[in-house]
């Protein structure tokens, strides 16, 4: 319950910096990607490493996030705009209860795999400090873009500079 508050804020404080959002940054942190083996709704377990080959949004959310709820009918249409791209997103929740996220999905329908973190592991591991806090995956598994904020995922740009992405 502790991590729940604590994240809860953390968000009011970074949503005055959710208005300056919307650019995907060049990664500038450590050189190794940090791990990320969740399990998803239905109780598989997803390893990072299993998605080589593919660029990967991995995006820490919560339910209480409104620019997190804002962003993910962008991110279903980005799905549809990457086909035939190897793509994929990860969206973990931060530290919520299963319940929580269920009543969320069945309201957003999300369109892509949702991961738990019920203890903040991945959390700490990433150094997420906001929510939502965005890391693009190159194909080679390298972080290679962050976002902080909310954005419109499904923008010519954005879709330009994923698949740009894909092919290097």
Not at 3 to 21: D, E, G, P, W
Not at 133 to 158: A, C, K, R
Request: net charge negative.
């Amino acid at each position: 319950m502790k991590i729940k508050y604590f994240l809860r804020a953390i968000l009011l404080l970074s949503l005055t910096n959710a208005v300056y959002a919307g650019n995907l940054e060049l990664y500038k942190g450590k050189a190794i990607t940090p791990e990320l083996h969740l399990e998803d709704m239905q109780g598989k377990i997803h390893d990072l490493k299993d998605y080589r080959g593919h660029v990967v949004l991995v995006q820490f959310w919560a339910t209480y996030c409104p620019p997190c709820r804002k962003e993910m009918p962008s991110m279903n249409n980005l799905i549809q705009k990457m086909a035939g791209v190897p793509f994929k997103i990860l969206a973990i929740d931060m530290g919520e209860t299963r319940e929580e996220v269920i009543k969320f999905v069945n309201e957003v329908k999300p369109e892509f795999t949702i991961l738990m973190d019920p203890d903040g592991t991945a959390i700490s591991a990433w150094n997420v400090f906001a929510a939502p806090s965005n890391f693009i995956i190159d194909p080679q598994g390298n972080i290679h873009y962050t976002l902080f904020g909310g954005v419109e995922w499904d923008s010519s740009e954005m879709v330009m500079k994923l698949k740009a992405l894909a092919t290097q």
